[in-house]
């Protein structure tokens, strides 16, 4: 069986550390180990555009960002298929007739979209769009044959509504083929990787909540937010004993500091769990443990910005590539549909008499 791997992002902002950690980070693993038939990272600008109808400025702007986001954090467009979700209309007719296999009860028992009903206060104005996104979203892993799914957990009712939706047209039109395979999800395994906390240590690191890191920001920028990191409010004097648990620089610590670190910047301590052990003891105050923080962050981000500034010198050949590869994923989606037709029977050809 043919392995291909499929996930994407909605460009409505840049990336930032939770993006890395929870999914950037695995993309250039699965990159490097090469175990795929092909990999494509879908811009979901479509998908974007069912809340931001009225902000098209905001997913234009952002494609090529989160474009650029990506190769900075090590995606080699050599490897790695970054195409345009609407740049490939077939997603959009599969799309109309997997609409036809879900029922809006459904849709609206999906505990993602729920959540995101709420949460953009849609309860009384909900496009259409925006809560059939889960059907085009089967579209796009349907599409493409995708066996792995990389997602962070909240997608996880995404992936479960595509099988069903996989085995309705199954069900329905009972194909002579298979035509799509099984995707499957692969999310973070690690819990802070999966959900790290934002800069003010009270809800996850996103855009829309003003509390993250961003892959592009710079030096000073970093530090500054860094220094005002939520830590542990009791901890008043250095002597004092300091709490890990809600502490943002221990969390963003775990995530990303390992012994080499230490070496290099904090040779005093081993490792984390000696840094910890001191903190919790009293005697270690949090500038040390955010300067160290910094320099942790600094050394991910520097070779990062460095290849954005690059990136930032070929914004045309970007987005030609992402054009050109925008038509391999419609030819490939494209002989899905075919094949979906023929299932549905609507090969009107075959009613020619020759
Ligand atoms: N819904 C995904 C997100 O918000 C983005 C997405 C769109 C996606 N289509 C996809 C992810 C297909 C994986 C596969 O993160």
Same mark, same amino acid.
């Given at each position: 069986?043919?392995?291909?791997?499929?996930?994407?992002?909605?460009?409505?902002?840049?990336?930032?550390?939770?993006?890395?950690?929870?999914?950037?980070?695995?993309?250039?693993?699965?990159?490097?180990?090469?175990?795929?038939? /092909?990999?494509?990272?879908?811009?979901?600008?479509?998908?974007?555009?069912?809340?931001?109808?009225?902000?098209?400025?905001?997913?234009?702007?952002?494609?090529?960002?989160?474009?650029?986001?990506?190769?900075?954090?090590?995606?080699?467009?050599?490897?790695?298929?970054?195409?345009?979700?609407?740049?490939?209309?077939?997603?959009?007719?599969?799309?109309?007739? %997997?609409?036809?296999?879900?029922?809006?009860?459904?849709?609206?028992?999906?505990?993602?979209?729920?959540?995101?009903?709420?949460?953009?206060?849609?309860?009384?104005?909900?496009?259409?769009?925006?809560?059939?996104?889960?059907?085009?979203?089967?579209?796009?892993?349907?599409? %493409?044959?995708?066996?792995?799914?990389?997602?962070?957990?909240?997608?996880?009712?995404?992936?479960?509504?595509?099988?069903?939706?996989?085995?309705?047209?199954?069900?329905?039109?009972?194909?002579?083929?298979?035509?799509?395979?099984?995707?499957?999800?692969?999310?973070?395994?690690?819990?802070? !990787?999966?959900?790290?906390?934002?800069?003010?240590?009270?809800?996850?690191?996103?855009?829309?909540?003003?509390?993250?890191?961003?892959? !592009?920001?710079?030096?000073?920028?970093?530090?500054?937010?860094?220094?005002?990191?939520?830590?542990?409010?009791?901890?008043? /004097?250095?002597?004092?004993?300091?709490?890990?648990?809600?502490?943002?620089?221990?969390?963003?610590?775990?995530?990303?500091?390992?012994?080499?670190?230490?070496?290099?910047?904090?040779?005093?301590?081993?490792?984390?769990?000696?840094?910890?052990?001191?903190?919790?003891?009293?005697? #270690?105050?949090?500038?040390?443990?955010?300067?160290?923080?910094?320099?942790?962050?600094?050394?991910?981000?520097?070779?990062? /910005?460095? /290849?954005?500034?690059? !990136?930032?010198?070929?914004?045309?050949?970007?987005?030609?590539?992402?054009?050109?590869?925008? #038509?391999?994923?419609?030819?490939?989606?494209?002989?899905?549909?075919?094949?979906?037709?023929?299932?549905?029977?609507?090969?009107?050809?075959?009613?020619?008499?020759?």
């Amino acid at each position: 069986m043919k392995n291909i791997i499929l996930t994407g992002d909605r460009p409505t902002g840049n990336l930032h550390l939770g993006h890395y950690v929870g999914s950037l980070k695995k993309r250039v693993e699965l990159q490097e180990e090469g175990n795929f038939d /092909r990999f494509y990272i879908m811009v979901a600008d479509t998908q974007a555009l069912t809340d931001n109808a009225n902000n098209i400025d905001k997913v234009k702007n952002n494609l090529i960002q989160v474009v650029i986001d990506y190769i900075s954090a090590g995606i080699d467009p050599n490897k790695v298929t970054i195409f345009i979700q609407s740049r490939v209309p077939e997603l959009a007719e599969m799309t109309t007739y %997997f609409m036809n296999l879900v029922t809006l009860s459904r849709l609206q028992r999906n505990p993602t979209i729920k959540e995101e009903i709420k949460h953009r206060g849609f309860e009384n104005s909900l496009p259409i769009g925006f809560i059939n996104y889960p059907v085009s979203q089967a579209a796009d892993i349907l599409a %493409f044959g995708a066996t792995i799914v990389p997602v962070g957990e909240d997608q996880l009712p995404m992936i479960e509504q595509t099988n069903e939706i996989l085995n309705s047209f199954n069900y329905t039109y009972k194909p002579k083929e298979e035509i799509f395979a099984k995707p499957k999800a692969i999310i973070p395994q690690d819990k802070i !990787c999966g959900r790290l906390p934002g800069l003010d240590g009270k809800v996850k690191m996103s855009k829309s909540a003003g509390n993250a890191i961003y892959l !592009c920001d710079d030096e000073a920028t970093v530090k500054q937010k860094i220094m005002s990191a939520y830590t542990d409010p009791d901890h008043i /004097r250095v002597n004092d004993p300091g709490k890990l648990e809600g502490n943002i620089v221990f969390a963003y610590l775990d995530a990303f500091a390992n012994d080499a670190h230490f070496e290099k910047y904090l040779p005093e301590y081993k490792n984390l769990d000696e840094l910890k052990a001191h903190y919790t003891r009293g005697g #270690l105050g949090d500038v040390k443990v955010k300067l160290f923080l910094n320099n942790v962050i600094n050394e991910l981000l520097t070779p990062i /910005r460095k /290849r954005r500034e690059e !990136c930032l010198k070929h914004i045309n050949e970007l987005y030609e590539m992402l054009f050109e590869n925008s #038509l391999i994923a419609s030819a490939h989606a494209r002989e899905t549909l075919n094949k979906m037709k023929d299932a549905m029977g609507l090969n009107y050809e075959k009613l020619l008499n020759n």
